[in-house]
């Protein structure tokens, strides 16, 4: 099937300040070994069950990301390793993250997830959420996260410029950020948009960190 090959092909077509995230959500151990052992270190899963798994038995120098819906109750489980949370979209779940990471004595670095497209199915923050729960006190108070960036999911559509639209959205919403509320925060500079149909798109948009499974792995059996 050749995974390193395919594995190449993308990242010759990215620019090198990006980061790819390999998605081996669904996929078996060997496949993922495959993509480790050409090089690739970033992996994201989707289900906290798998997430763990994989993390135990795969070589200890990977780094995880969580890319899926994460619930408060299983934070616990992927506290002590997970490199990067890319679905936070909530006061409360950032503030059981936090508590986590204390006890693990972390650091644990997030992702805001913002609702950025126009269908009703996606999670996410809307602006405006984002920016009280920024200002919150309860966030203020929060030491054992760091917040790295946004992360947003276009809405499925062959429509290429509404994809255009979301991913760019998500950019100014990224931008103001930047300006105002995260100023003098360097770490504050990861955008994950873009997956195996849009990522040039969401590149070109701004991405810096695109998630990428079936261009990669090829096509999932659920
Ligand atoms: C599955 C998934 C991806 C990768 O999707 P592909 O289309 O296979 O590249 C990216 N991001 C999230 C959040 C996912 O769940």
Redesign the pocket.
Known sequence: MGVAKNLQAVKDVIPSHVTL?A?S?TKPDEVILEAYQAGHRDF?E?KVQDLVGKQERLPADIRWHM??HLQSNKVKYLAPFVHLL??VDSLKLLGVINREAEKNDRVIDCLFQVRIALEETKFGLPEEDLKQLIQSDEFAAMDHVRIRGL?G?ATYTENSNQIREEFRQLKRIFDRLKASQFKNQESFDQLSCG???D?ALAIEEGSNLV???????GP?NY
Do not use: A, E, P, T
Request: proline share 0%; no cysteine; aromatic share 8%.
């Open positions: 995230v998605v959500k994201g989707n890319i899926g890319h679905g992360m999911m997956m195996s149909g990522y998630r990428i499974g079936s261009l990669i792995f999932r």
